[in-house]
């Protein structure tokens, strides 16, 4: 197999971390461009989650602070929308991303706890959300000024620990807590409603107490008009350390419905949105019609 050389970790909370986004929706074109090349090498992968989560990366990285603000990635597949946007942002280089999937690269095509860009990274589905809430409560506690953001997937909506974490940071009105939930209907087995019914999404997270929203997930501007919504001081809130981000004094739940061929007209139908093959003339339409997508824009 071949190996890739390891970058130095950097995380968007490290101080000194320097990135700006002039562009966010050109830079969601970026990061679905950068995908399909760090997937084409190997003919297959996670390239259904870099297309539903382009403009929610996006936005994410035209919001957070940098070296302040935290990320957490709850399902691991997701890192390559993230280290795709790190790449154009200057975060990872380009030959970092470029090793995406390599054995022995920190660039996994799953992330783990040794990924770089994001804070913290979950190999196994349902945990990201309780490591975002302790990070959010130290903050508090700590008195620290920062966001935790964690990117979360509808069919982890299935495992038990999401909910308990969700209770949890609702009972602590932890309003420095925003989560953008993934709903692209999508898992391994299949579509997630064909294996559990987890609608009403929004009834539920606010009846644990949360502020939720539903927004078309490829629409950048609705999922930043959120994101700034949810970093609004709380008014009226008493409770010690909540009177940081939050509307209303509770963590915010963003639901984005998203599908995972959004973006690639050349996608055949019937193509796994969980994890996509690309065969060469694939990925060579694919990066073409990317390609032209930019220069339209450009001009």
Known sequence: MPTAST?????VSDPGTHWTVSDPGRLATLIRLRAVRMVAPQGFGYLGQALSSAEQVAALFATMRPGRDRLV?????YVIGIFAAAAE???????????????????????T????????VCGSLGQGLSAAVGFALADRLRGKNRRTFAMVSDGELEEGQVWEAAMFAGHHRLSNLTVLLDANNSQV????????????????????????????GHDVGAILDALAEAGQPAAGNTLPGTTGPGTTGQPFVLINRTSTTSGLRC????????????????????EAELLAELERNDG
């Open 73 to 77: 990635c709850s399902p691991g597949h």
């Open 89 to 111: 942002l200057g975060i990872l280089s380009a030959e970092a991303a470029a090793g995406y999937g390599l054995d022995g690269s920190p660039v996994e095509a799953i992330g």
């Open 189 to 216: 087995d299949g579509p997630v409603d064909t294996i559990t019914t987890i609608e009403p999404i929004a009834a539920k997270w606010e009846a644990f107490g949360w502020t939720a929203r539903d927004v078309d």
């Open 267 to 286: 996608l055949p139908p019937d193509a796994d949105g969980h994890f996509i093959k690309l065969p060469p003339e694939l990925a060579a339409a694919a």
């Open 7 to 11: 970058p130095a970790a950097t995380y």
């Open 113 to 120: 706890e040794r990924s770089p860009v994001a804070d913290y």
